[in-house]
Structures are given as C-alpha cells and as structure tokens.
C-alpha cells in the first residue's frame, strides 16, 4: 500500500514550457487535490476533484488545469509554466465520507527559470 | 473569507518541555480541525483531529478546541529534538469538507 504516489519529484523548466505533474493514491479514495506551496504562504489549494469525473477550481487555479483521469489518478498540467509557478506541489486524497483527514504525497518540486 | 491564523514563529522549547502551539479561525461554521505535521523537506502528515469543544488525548499529544472563542491549541508533553517540524492547523465548514490551512508554526525543540 503506497498510499498517495507523485511524479516527478523534482523538475526544472524554461519559461513557457509545459509538464503534467503526475497523481495516483491506492488507498481508493473518492477526493483528489492538488495544493501548492510556497515559504511562509502555507497550503493554498489549487484544484480539486471531490470524486472521479468532477473538478473544481481551488483558491489559485489561474495558469493550471487538471484531470480526474479515473478513481486512482488526477494529473495537474501547467501549459506555459512562469516563474510565479517555482513552488513545491503535493497532491492529496480523502476518503470524501465526511470528517476529513487529508493524505498527501511526497510533493514535486519546481523550478521555472 | 475563511481564514485560520497562527503564529508563524520559530516556537522554540527546551527538550522535556511543553509545547503550546495556537490557531484561531474565522469561519465560526468549521467543525473539524486538525493538526498535520511538517518536517523540513517532507509533507504533510496527520498528528490529531478534534470535533467538540475540550481535550483529545493521544500520547504526548493533546488537542484542545474552544468553539466559542474560536481557538484550537496543540500541546505537546515531553517535547523532543524529533518533534522541531512545522505545526499546520486546518479547518473545515460543515457545508464543506475542503479543508482551510493556516501558514504554520515552527516548532525547534532544543536539547
């Protein structure tokens, strides 16, 4: 049991690039998040995805897009990266059955130069 | 807008002391709390959730939550060097389980 999985763990891109961070939890979650963090800014929610085939933009969605590509997986897609977007990202899942504890993974970090 | 606020710090602890880290929080709706633990590098994990008004136990863990002063308190017994990490509180509303996070408290236990 992995828990909550994320790819790659460290990246770096040129400004106007695109990458997809990768997502995946086996703990057969219904709610997938994507959150980004930055120093003294805590956890600011980006999109999320309160079950498989829905999303809803987050606190800071501009610049990014998602996919809720089945139960297991939910990818984030930056399509031209900016600097503003250098920031460590964790993906997160719950059971979605009410009180809700959040299960993150590792995080990716990113650099955009 | 819902908010939750904490000291950003650094809390810093003699090893063997207590440790009292506090968040507030705007939304007077929320009605689950909670505590993740950060480490340096790492991410997020669960130490304790707290649901009513008083005190949750859970080892050198206690969780404290006022309702009515809108303020949720972590202590922590016989602090340790292994427990220096930063201290995340979140909050969520009962129409809603998207969890709202204060910024964090750094902790640094020092032996």
């Known amino acids: 049991n992995a828990g909550v999985t994320q790819t790659p763990k460290f990246q770096v891109l040129k400004t106007g690039q695109s990458m997809t961070l990768q997502c995946a939890q086996d703990m057969n979650h219904n709610s997938m998040y994507w959150y980004r963090q930055d120093p003294g800014m805590g956890l600011r929610l980006i999109y999320y995805?309160?079950?498989?085939?829905?999303?809803d933009k987050g606190e800071v969605p501009n610049g990014y897009n998602v996919s809720r590509l089945n139960k297991r997986e939910f990818s984030l897609r930056l399509e031209s990266a900016a600097p503003s977007q250098t920031s460590v990202y964790f993906c997160a899942s719950t059971s979605g059955g009410g009180q809700e504890t959040q299960y993150f993974g590792p995080g990716t970090r990113l650099l955009v130069l | 807008q819902k908010e939750v606020e904490q000291n950003s710090g650094p809390l810093s602890v003699p090893e063997g002391a207590i440790a009292s880290l506090n968040c507030t929080y705007s939304d007077r709706g929320s009605q689950s709390f909670f505590w993740y633990r950060q480490y340096s590098g790492k991410s997020p994990e669960l130490i304790m959730s707290?649901?009513?008004?008083g005190d949750k136990e859970d080892g050198r863990f206690t969780a404290q939550l006022n309702k009515a002063s809108q303020y949720v308190s972590l202590l922590i017994r016989d602090s340790q060097p292994s427990d220096s990490a930063t201290y995340l509180c979140?909050?969520?509303?009962?129409?809603?389980?998207?969890?709202?996070f204060g910024r964090g408290t750094s902790l640094i236990v020092h032996p």
């Open positions: 995805s309160a079950s498989e085939g829905t999303t």
């Open positions: 707290i649901y009513s008004n």
């Open positions: 979140a909050a969520t509303s009962g129409g809603s389980y998207i969890p709202t």
